[in-house]
């Protein structure tokens, strides 16, 4: 089965191409559609005064930031201010775990409202992984659950890409929102399988996942489209037992080119890399 019908599969860059400019860049995003991607997975947030941020970490961390006003390292995004997050140079440092990283000195943080405006129009056919980013352990973040929901769902509806965007998420009571606020989005449920049912009980929203016999089970159950695990469950018969309950198949984050290979050779229906110039190796 596919959830992608005009793709056999589909590449999606990860934070753009987080392996080869600094993530959620506008360089990183410009460097996965250049190599060919024919889909996004990036994360968002909230901020401080209710804007929908592209921003995969809960704080600002030096590694990745240049503070060019006041110095918020390890300030929390849920704390600051639209216009204090745009003081910050996201794109002049480099990661040494990402030596191909290319800078993008002057870089700012996104908003999504910003994301879709400068390409879902220009790229009709690219599809859009919206990761939601809410940890159901911290109160704080529980708290603002269903306005960081409900405002992801709204920029999708502007933008237009309902029809091309998985509401994406580890915490499943997001998808169970996004799912009861509207039918029709199409939910991606994240997983990191094998981890004690203890651990994933606060993830799995209304469920619980000792009542099915797998996370696959429990994930068709909560309604999703898309299972995504990380890349190394994805074995062949793993990946049939998705496609068996109605599930497409979407893995990360996948990297090296023998481990694309072997997804591909699993059957999945997408994956998500940091690299997405190396899939013509594959």
């Known amino acids: ?44 947030r909230l901020t401080g005064d209710g804007e ?58 996104l908003t999504l409202a910003e994301l879709f405006d400068r390409y879902a129009a220009a790229h009709p056919t690219l599809w859009w992984t919206v990761e939601v980013k809410v940890d159901p352990t911290d109160p704080r973040e529980v708290a603002t659950r269903e306005e960081l929901t409900r405002r992801v769902i709204d920029a999708i509806k502007d933008a237009g890409v309902e029809g091309r965007s998985f509401v994406h998420s580890f915490d499943w009571a997001v998808l169970e929102l996004a799912r009861d606020i509207d039918q029709s989005l199409i939910l991606s449920a994240l997983m990191v399988p094998g981890m004690p049912v203890e651990d994933v009980r606060p993830w799995t929203g209304s469920l619980d996942p000792a009542d099915f016999p797998d996370e696959v089970a429990a994930a068709a159950a909560l309604g999703a489209s898309v299972f995504s695990p990380y890349w190394t469950w994805c074995t062949p018969d793993n990946v049939a037992r998705a496609h068996e309950l109605g599930l497409a198949v979407l893995p990360w984050t996948v990297n090296e080119v023998a481990d694309l290979e072997a997804m591909k050779a699993a059957g999945v229906d997408g994956l998500v890399t940091d690299y997405p110039d190396r899939w013509t190796a594959v």
Do not use: N
Not at 18 to 43: C, K, N, Q, W, Y
């Open 1 to 44: 089965m596919s959830a992608w019908p005009h793709v056999p599969l589909d590449l999606q860059g990860h934070r753009g191409a987080r392996g080869l400019a600094p993530e959620s860049t506008i360089a990183s995003f410009d460097a996965a559609i250049a190599h060919g991607v024919t889909g996004i997975e990036f994360d968002v």
């Open 52 to 109: 929908v941020v592209v921003w995969h970490d809960p704080t600002l961390e030096a590694a990745k930031c240049v503070f060019e006003g006041e110095d918020l390292t390890e300030a929390l995004v849920a704390d600051l201010t639209l216009a204090q997050l745009r003081s910050v140079d996201v794109g002049s440092r480099t990661l040494a775990a990402y030596p191909h990283q290319v800078a993008a000195p002057g870089s700012r943080i």
